[in-house]
């Protein structure tokens, strides 16, 4: 299994340029995962331990609320990576994450991670500033998103 | 109209002619619908049988007996001008106007004006289609071009934002074009209800979605400023060159030919030097404040 | 070279007369509301004789001058352009009719009009606007028409007035084109006479059967000292050294934000200036709405309308008015018209209630510009 998902791995954009060491700890951390469409890969409040790389096909991050109910704030897909919140205490979701289609993503055990990020300060950068393009990008995103630039 | 001014002295005068810019033409309406909840697209038809021919970008001034004038983009094919199509949002009391006319009825015109999308300087490259709510409709001419000559090009890709999934435009159209192989058609909204199965997020969110080679990509964006400006950057970061995008840009505009004075962007009229403009000429204006 | 002519004072009146024999109603200056100001005047009694005028930023003042002079003042309160590129004109009518809307242009304004005592600042400001209305993609017939109706009988500036600056901008004060007829002024003790240069045919014309003098080697050389002497005792000076370049480097200046503390955007500055053409449209209907009319104004880049673009204005700050203004008059106008959009008349430092300098404004920016953070970068870039 981990033979398989080093190569798939390595191609990623997420983890394009990580050297070998490391990339061999993170296939030590990883597994394949499939969803179907409408099944939730995660659920607000529960425990956030690991993050996604989506392979194939979509998913939609959302929020339930009680008088409109499930609202999408942003789709995902491939070569996307779903999921911080396994890198900030209490560790908890924020959102739902549904698949909309069939799909297929490598998730990566966060808990694990977060140990390994401890011990390898060099592995914790690689990590955190992957991360922090992600969220950057995705702040930007929401900025604009906020702005409603169609409405007048 | 004939007058007596040849009369009235020595030399230099001269008629008075009905070419004047300031005089509309009339058309008539043909048939006007809906295009989303608050847009409608009209045809129009030249009453004198004289069709426009125009270029992709370009706009004209639309008169309502009466109520006023606006400057819209011509949003139908370049390659056919009998009809004469815009699409506009119902926002003033001109728009509003233009979509209470019936068939058969008669509304004045004025163009076509402005710069086109440079669409030759693209060929050879592969090209970006960029646009944002209503910013779809003055691209669109642009993409029936395209297509049209489409050996031309390289990789095509056109990617559309809007508001919710009920304000898409044209929706038959990019579900049809999505059907080609040489297109490849994305579309986002920046908010939904879960029946929406495409895609939520901002207009660049797409870009990480498709295949161009940046260095030989020319892109053509319409929208709303600030989405532009986001989409100038990712394209940038991205390595597209700056004189290779493409931007229409809007300002007050009274008269359409320069003259009035008022859709100034630093040097540039946006009505005769625009609407499009190329980024490396509106970069450093772009970054300042009520410019 | 036709030989310069005289014309004696008392031959004013048949000079009007042969105007008025020619078809031309003639405009001029004359004393209205506590100013000069040009209107149509019928007989040389009615310009401003023996007066002059003080001006300063935001002062006007008459005064009496010692002799009779006919065109003894500076710059008038407005300049030609009210004739020319009408305040208010009426584009065209349409009517409701079965068929549709019909659409009339309506009749030009062909009156042929003299313009008597045109100073060298105000043809600039023509042949600018010329450029604008005449020689761009499109014409504006409106003004095209009425440029040609006008008959230019120029005079040379003998005194330069408190906010003049034409020296400046190349545009003055002596009268080198652009007329059809050029007076100079010569009074004493003696005589009264005026020099007459004939510019054009139809120039020419309107001299014919007036019984004129041939000037001799002391008149001229009198009128070419007064011509000088005016050139050097001009009220203001605006560097116009890489002007565009400066202000392109400097929208970010400071100096804005105290422009702005006393710009009332009154628009004033706008209206006077011999070159603004901004104008905006207004749609009229009759009550039973069977008529309507489309109408153009003159316009204001000072005024939050000017910009507006659904639901807001782009300039929506005093100090982005005025940045757009004198931006616009002294740089990007370089751009668009291959000329400055400034004369040098000074007219928008005089009308200014507050006074706002923009020969001030812009040795301010001069003094400090480049060592300001400009968003540009640095000097010289």
Not at chain 3, 141 to 150: K, L, P
Not at chain 3, 210 to 230: F, N, R, S, T
Request: charged share 25%; aromatic share 8%; hydrophobic share 35%.
């Amino acid at each position: 299994m981990h033979q398989t998902l080093e190569p798939i791995m390595a191609e990623q954009p997420f983890l394009k340029g990580l050297d070998a060491e490391h990339l061999q700890l993170l296939v030590g951390c990883a597994s394949n995962v499939r969803y179907e469409a409408g099944q939730y890969l995660l659920r607000e409040s529960e425990e956030a331990n690991q993050f996604y790389i989506i392979r194939h096909g979509r998913v939609a991050i959302e929020v339930y609320t009680p008088n409109r109910g499930p609202i999408v704030i942003e789709t995902l897909g491939e070569g996307d990576v779903l999921g911080w919140s396994w890198l900030v205490p209490p560790y908890n979701w924020r959102f739902d994450a549904r698949a909309i289609e069939l799909t297929r993503a490598i998730v990566l055990d966060g808990k694990c991670l977060r140990g390994k990020c401890e011990q390898d300060y060099q592995l914790g950068y690689e990590l955190l500033s992957r991360f922090l393009q992600i969220i950057e990008r995705r702040l930007q995103a929401t900025r604009l998103q906020l702005l409603d630039v169609y409405k007048d | 109209m004939k007058t007596d001014i040849g009369t009235a002295g020595p030399g230099r005068q001269t008629e008075p002619t009905l070419d004047d810019p300031i005089l509309p033409r009339m058309f008539q309406v043909r048939r006007i619908f809906s295009e989303t909840a608050d847009s409608f697209s009209c045809e129009l038809q030249p009453s004198d049988g004289e069709v426009m021919h125009f270029s992709p970008g370009q706009f004209n001034m639309l008169y309502v007996f009466g109520v006023g004038e606006i400057p819209i983009s011509i949003s139908g094919n370049p390659d056919k001008p009998k009809l004469l199509v815009h699409t506009i949002r119902s926002v003033g009391p001109a728009s509003k106007a233009i979509r209470r006319l019936k068939r058969g009825d008669l509304i004045g015109v004025r163009g076509p004006y402005g710069t086109g999308w440079p669409v030759k300087g693209a060929e050879g490259n592969d090209v970006v289609i960029v646009a944002g709510g209503i910013g779809l409709a003055p691209l669109r001419p642009l993409i029936y071009r395209v297509l049209a000559e489409r050996e031309k090009y390289g990789r095509v890709a056109l990617l559309v934002g809007a508001r919710t999934p009920g304000d898409i435009l044209f929706q038959r159209q990019l579900e049809r074009w999505r059907g080609r192989l040489d297109i490849d058609v994305l579309v986002t909204v920046d908010k939904a209800p879960r029946s929406w199965r495409g895609n939520v997020g901002v207009v660049t969110s797409l870009i990480p979605k498709i295949r161009f080679d940046p260095a030989t990509t020319t892109a053509f964006v319409c929208g709303p400023e600030v989405m532009m400006r986001f989409t100038a950057m990712e394209l940038e970061v991205r390595g597209v060159p700056t004189s290779n995008l493409h931007f229409s840009l809007e300002r007050n505009m009274k008269c359409g030919i320069g003259l009035c004075g008022h859709c100034q962007l630093g040097p540039y009229f946006i009505c005769k030097d625009g609407p499009v403009l190329g980024l490396d000429k509106i970069k450093k204006l772009m970054a300042l404040r009520e410019i | 070279m036709e030989p310069k002519l005289v014309l004696d004072r008392h031959q004013f009146d048949t000079f009007f007369e042969s105007l008025h024999k020619h078809g031309y109603e003639i405009i001029g200056p004359t004393l209205l509301d506590g100013a000069v100001v040009y209107a149509p005047v019928d007989s040389p009694d009615e310009l401003p004789v023996g007066w002059t005028d003080e001006q300063q930023g935001g002062v006007y003042r008459l005064k009496r001058r010692g002799d009779q002079a006919l065109f003894g003042y500076s710059a008038a309160a407005h300049s030609w352009k009210k004739f020319l590129f009408l305040p208010t004109l009426k584009l065209f009518e349409a009517y409701r009719t079965s068929g549709g809307p019909e659409i009339r242009h309506p009749q030009p304004d062909v009156r042929r009009r003299a313009f008597l005592g045109v100073r060298a600042c105000e043809i600039a400001s023509m042949e600018i606007q010329d450029r604008i209305l005449i020689h761009g993609t499109f014409q504006d017939t409106a003004y095209v028409q009425a440029r040609n109706a006008a008959l230019i009988v120029a005079v040379q500036c003998l005194q330069s007035g408190g906010t003049c600056f034409c020296r400046s901008m190349n545009t003055g004060p002596e009268v080198t084109r652009g007329y059809d007829l050029l007076l100079t002024e010569i009074t004493g003790p003696q005589k009264h006479v005026f020099i007459v240069d004939v510019g054009t045919d139809r120039g020419a014309g309107i001299l014919e059967g007036i019984a004129l003098a041939k000037a001799d080697e002391a008149d001229l050389k009198h009128a070419g000292d007064l011509v000088d002497e005016a050139a050097a005792h001009m009220g203001r000076v605006l560097d116009q050294n890489g002007i565009k370049e400066l202000l392109y480097r400097n929208y970010e200046h400071p100096r804005w934000e105290e422009v702005a503390k006393r710009c009332l955007t009154c628009t004033n500055c706008t209206i006077v200036c011999p070159t603004c053409f901004c104008t905006t449209i207004e749609d009229v209907t009759d009550l039973p709405g069977g008529k309507a009319e489309r109408w153009r104004r003159w316009d204001s880049c000072f005024t939050l309308d000017h910009s507006y673009l659904h639901g807001g204005c782009v300039r929506c700050s005093g100090l982005s008015r005025y940045r757009q203004w004198m931006t616009h008059k002294l740089a990007t106008w370089i751009d668009q018209f291959g000329t400055s959009g400034c004369v040098g008349c000074g007219r928008c430092i005089t009308w200014c209630p507050v006074g706002i300098d923009i020969t001030e404004e812009t040795a301010a920016i001069r003094s400090s510009g480049d060592a300001s953070s400009s968003i540009f970068g640095k000097k010289g870039e």
